[in-house]
């Protein structure tokens, strides 16, 4: 399931100290929804095993204004981690792209497997307030979920991530 977050330029924060920040709030958000940073396991259970999730840095040739006034659904693809047909036993991925207006996209894609729509605006929601310093975020309830087959492990850090162009 795919979203993608388009963001002005901001400030006077290089492109390298935001990368930093949304790394380490998604770090952050990801104790709270700690599946999404597990394995799914021969298509029938998340593996809860705190392996972190994929995160990419790019760099777009384009100006957010051109993208925002005639949207191509075809084209906003090139802002997600990967395609949407390629199966991965990933629960999310994440792909930070910067414009060259000062500008960000940040594109999402969580397996539907384990969450829905919801859950993904919840998700987003809570890292873009972490991401803002905010500290009173609820947590989510996964009250449909078992622990049965979750294996929790100590929280890894994030490396730096894989950095591509398009």
């Given at each position: 399931m795919p979203l993608v977050y388009f963001y002005p330029a901001y400030g006077k924060i290089s492109n390298w100290e935001r990368s930093i920040q949304l790394k380490k709030?998604?770090?952050?958000?990801?104790?709270?929804?700690?599946?999404?940073?597990?394995r799914v396991v021969d298509n029938l259970y998340v593996d809860c095993n705190d392996e972190g999730v994929e995160f990419f840095l790019a760099n777009a040739k384009v100006e957010m204004s051109k993208i925002l006034s005639n949207p191509i659904p075809g084209e906003l693809k090139q802002?997600?981690?990967?395609?949407?047909?390629?199966?991965?036993?990933?629960?999310?991925?994440?792909?930070?792209?910067?414009?060259?207006?000062?500008?960000?996209?940040?594109?999402?894609?969580i397996s539907h497997k384990i969450a829905d729509a919801m859950s993904?605006?919840?998700?987003?929601n809570s890292w873009a307030a972490i991401a803002c310093g905010d500290t009173d975020i609820p947590y989510p309830k996964?009250?449909?979920?078992?622990?049965?087959?979750?294996?929790?492990?100590?929280?890894?850090?994030?490396?730096?991530?894989?950095?591509r162009r398009i």
């Amino acid at each position: 399931m795919p979203l993608v977050y388009f963001y002005p330029a901001y400030g006077k924060i290089s492109n390298w100290e935001r990368s930093i920040q949304l790394k380490k709030s998604l770090s952050e958000v990801l104790t709270r929804f700690y599946p999404l940073a597990g394995r799914v396991v021969d298509n029938l259970y998340v593996d809860c095993n705190d392996e972190g999730v994929e995160f990419f840095l790019a760099n777009a040739k384009v100006e957010m204004s051109k993208i925002l006034s005639n949207p191509i659904p075809g084209e906003l693809k090139q802002f997600l981690p990967y395609d949407l047909n390629d199966s991965r036993d990933y629960c999310m991925a994440v792909q930070v792209s910067f414009l060259n207006c000062g500008g960000m996209a940040v594109g999402l894609i969580i397996s539907h497997k384990i969450a829905d729509a919801m859950s993904l605006h919840m998700f987003a929601n809570s890292w873009a307030a972490i991401a803002c310093g905010d500290t009173d975020i609820p947590y989510p309830k996964f009250e449909a979920a078992t622990t049965e087959n979750c294996i929790l492990m100590s929280r890894k850090k994030l490396d730096t991530g894989q950095v591509r162009r398009i």
